[in-house]
């Protein structure tokens, strides 16, 4: 069986799964697409998806019948609306990050899916596909005894002059934010946050790099450095301390060279670069799942998770290094 998908968002990562669904992975076509600006689902459709409709609204794609399963990759605060409108049709989707932009937005998408009574929500949490975060997970849970520390780094070359303060925790650090609650299995109690002086490539609304320092039910401390003008590449760093030893992400793969009396080797730019296989592996499983009517993988709960987190880090943000207090509700038994 071929899942057909319906794309709402045809820019930057819209583009980029559009040409997975098309060119790299097998049992799923492109056969939507929607985009506010017509002009770029045309111009998917065109380079890669020809026999796709367009749609003017993403309402109207979700209520399509041949579309079987829904992509939202258009900005994060459309997501919510079209996440709900899945669920209502009973269609699959895959949602990129956040699932929503507020925790109380997150929490009436988990309240839909509940209702509904079946898993259909996968949220873009990459990151738990890498095969370097899921060789960390079994380095974790076999060999370095429970964890107490993570020391953490998520560097960006450089950011667009819109990117703002708060952007650093519900854009970027979102994906640290997941991914350590599945690394160790654990659930956040509070966030701090700590700023040296600005990088001089910052500006005045942009505090940059900062420094979140996250505490977890099981008494982990994790600090993570968001620093979004490193200018040197987009590096990615984290190490867990544990009873019997550490482990560390690993480096993605590169040529180690010797030239002109030194050693040398290429640091990535580009996120895209960096999370390439991980975005086919979670791609594969939407369509695995989606093609059986259901979803897997990181949930409209991990979304609301993220979103909580998010929140009360936007409000540290704010608190002087004050600590935050970070409580989720009871979680629903469909998230067990
Ligand atoms: P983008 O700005 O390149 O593309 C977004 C597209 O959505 C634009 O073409 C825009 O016209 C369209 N759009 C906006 N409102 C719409 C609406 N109501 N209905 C239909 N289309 C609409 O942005 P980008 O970088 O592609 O990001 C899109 C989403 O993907 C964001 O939520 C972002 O956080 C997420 N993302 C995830 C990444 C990851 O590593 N998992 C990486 C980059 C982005
Ligand atoms: C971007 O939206 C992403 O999701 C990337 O993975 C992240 O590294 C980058 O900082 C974000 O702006």
């Known amino acids: 069986m071929t899942l057909k998908i319906g794309v709402i968002g045809t820019g930057m990562i819209g583009r980029d799964h559009t040409r997975r669904i098309q060119q790299v992975l097998a049992g799923a076509e492109v056969v939507a697409l929607s985009d506010v600006n017509a002009a770029s689902a045309e ?8 026999n796709a409709k367009l749609y003017d609204t993403g309402e109207a794609l979700i209520a399509a019948p041949e579309v079987q399963a829904v992509l939202v990759t258009s900005w994060g605060a459309t997501h919510e609306p079209y996440v709900l409108a899945a669920i209502a049709a ?21 309240d839909a899916e509940v209702k509904f009574g079946r898993r ?25 005894g429970a964890p107490i520390l993570v020391h953490a780094a998520h560097r960006n070359p450089a950011v667009p002059e ?3 303060t708060p952007m650093a925790i519900h854009d970027t650090m979102i994906h640290e934010i997941d991914v350590f609650r599945w690394l160790l299995n654990d659930d956040y109690v509070s966030a701090r946050v700590l700023y040296p002086r600005n990088a001089a490539r910052s500006h005045t609304k942009l505090r940059d790099p900062q420094v979140v320092v ?9 600090n993570v450095e968001i620093f979004v003008n490193c200018a040197y590449g987009y590096d990615i760093q984290c190490e867990v301390v544990g009873e019997e030893g550490t482990a560390k992400l690993p480096e993605p793969m590169t040529v180690d060279m010797r030239l002109g009396a030194k050693r ?10 960096r999370f390439v296989a991980s975005y086919d592996v979670e791609l594969n499983h939407f369509i695995a799942a989606a093609s059986k009517g259901g979803a897997t993988g990181p949930s409209a709960w991990d979304g609301f998770a993220a979103a909580v987190t998010s929140d009360a880090c936007v409000l540290a943000q704010e608190s002087n290094g004050q600590a935050v207090a970070i409580e989720l509700p009871a979680r629903p038994s469909l998230y067990n």
């Open 214 to 222: 996250l505490e977890t039910q099981k008494g982990v401390l994790i």
């Open 162 to 164: 819109a990117y703002l």
């Open 120 to 144: 259909l929500v996968q949220v873009g949490f990459m990151r738990r596909y890498d095969a370097g975060y899921v060789a960390l997970k079994h380095a974790v849970e076999n060999h370095t």
């Open 90 to 110: 009973g269609k699959p989707v895959f949602c990129e990050k956040p699932l929503a932009t507020t925790a109380e937005g997150a929490r009436r998408i988990v």
């Open 43 to 50: 111009a998917v459709r065109k380079d890669l998806a020809p």
């Open 264 to 273: 040398q080797s290429t640091i990535l730019t580009d996120w895209k670069d």
